[in-house]
């Protein structure tokens, strides 16, 4: 199997970050921040940027990298985006809501959760089908 892009994986886990920035920022934040009954101050109280940026940007450095592998060498678009729209619903956003079932947590928090990632995996396979 040829090695996977390494222009492609950290394309891809940019835009996982800025995606992740928009979701949880401009475009959710209030919603999300209701459904999960927290406010900005608890969210702020003993906060790690360095930590929960660096660890974040591993997790999604090898999310982006091993969905590399899963596509194979120079997928196209289609595949890309296929892929990526079904791994987001089918195998992360159905997961979540399962969670989210036995938890009793709001649908609106699936679908927002869910929604960046399933956003997520369709950027990463559109990343490997341009650079892969």
Known sequence: MPP???????LATVLSFVL??????????????RLIGV?????????????TYGVTFVLAF????VFGMFLGPKPSVALGV???????????????WTNDLFERRPFAL????????????ILIGLSFALLG
Not at 4 to 10: D, H, I, K, M
Not at 62 to 65: D, E, R
Not at 110 to 121: A, D, M, P
């Open 4 to 10: 996977v892009s390494l222009l492609a994986t950290l």
């Open 20 to 33: 992740g920035g928009l979701w949880y920022g401009p475009l959710f934040a209030k919603t999300w921040m």
């Open 39 to 51: 406010g900005e101050a608890t969210l702020r109280e003993g906060f790690n940027p360095v930590k």
């Open 62 to 65: 090898l999310a982006s990298y």
């Open 82 to 96: 296929g892929a990526g729209a079904a791994a987001g619903v089918f195998w992360v956003a159905f997961s979540l």
């Open 110 to 121: 699936t679908l927002i959760n869910g929604g960046y990632h399933t956003v997520k995996f």
